[in-house]
């Protein structure tokens, strides 16, 4: 019977390489185990439950290592990578008619005032967020 969880841990240690989660990894782990327990009992209860137990104990258990050491940098893109630059209004902002452009990073973008609030043409702003296909920005102190 130990050659069945040799198959099995390494059809799961193929499926973890092939995937981006880091779960199949700890019951290929937990296959071996019961491998080793297969050489001294033949009962597949006991077999399944040293396989069960072992993975669930193997998962829980580096958890919270695993996030420690595997905490993945998320790379805004597209409209969301101008969230806190700053950019120069270009045509005055005028929140109540929705109209008002800024120019970002050699780019044009529509804007509105945050609040609702008017900004005047050469004014340096912050964007602060993007609602639909709109900057959302507030004046920078001076």
Do not use: C
């Amino acid at each position: 019977m130990w050659y069945i969880w040799l198959i099995l841990a390494g059809i799961f240690l193929i499926f973890e390489i092939m995937t981006a989660g880091f779960l199949l990894f700890w019951l290929s782990i937990g296959a071996l185990i019961t491998m080793v327990v297969s050489f001294f009992t033949s009962n597949i209860a006991i077999q399944t439950a040293v396989f069960v137990v072992s993975s669930t104990i193997l998962i829980f258990a580096t958890k919270p290592f695993v996030k420690k050491f595997a905490k993945t940098k998320t790379v805004k893109t597209n409209a969301f990578s101008i969230v806190g630059q700053n950019g120069i209004v270009i045509k005055d902002i005028d929140s109540i008619n929705s109209k008002g452009q800024i120019k970002v990073d050699g780019e044009l973008w529509s804007a509105i005032g945050k609040n609702d609030i008017n900004i005047k043409k050469g004014t340096e702003v912050e964007i602060v967020e993007i609602k639909g296909v709109k900057a959302i920005v507030t004046p920078l102190k001076k």
